[in-house]
């Protein structure tokens, strides 16, 4: 499975950007999505999963209420819609996927080459 991430930005504080991540193969339409990303010097962090069909979404505390997962599986997309964006948000972000309908570890067997945020103040 390959997946494309795209639609990172400059962004003003406050603002809002989608990403979306993109398979390559249909049979990916059965695997929980992630979303996660790392700033610069900085570990890779949980930011939100999603299962196969969209019936699970989970986030992590720095963007609950802000950010939203989501997934056309007619496309072979999933999405992170981020609202309120702020600085501490910067990041490269990367979208990954499992191998099951369900996220089935901390960390996803595939992933995508990232696409970098930025928020300004």
């Known amino acids: ?3 494309q991430a795209s639609g990172g930005g400059l962004v003003q ?3 809002s950007l989608r ?3 993109v398979a390559s193969k249909r049979t990916s339409s059965n695997n ?3 979303w996660f990303r790392q700033a610069p010097g900085k570990e890779r962090e949980f930011v939100a999963t999603i299962s196969w069909n ?3 979404t989970t986030y992590a505390d720095s963007v609950k209420g802000r950010f939203a997962v989501s997934r056309d599986n007619a496309k072979g997309a999933v999405y992170l819609q981020m609202n309120s964006l702020k600085p501490e948000d ?3 972000y990367y979208c990954g996927s499992w191998l099951t309908s369900y996220p089935s570890s901390n960390s996803p067997r595939y992933w995508g080459q990232g696409t970098q945020v930025t928020v300004s103040s």
Request: glycine share 28%.
């Open 19 to 21: 990403l979306s991540c």
């Open 1 to 3: 499975v390959q997946l």
């Open 32 to 34: 929980a999505v992630g």
């Open 90 to 92: 910067t990041a490269v």
């Open 13 to 15: 504080a406050g603002g």
């Open 54 to 56: 969209g019936g699970i």
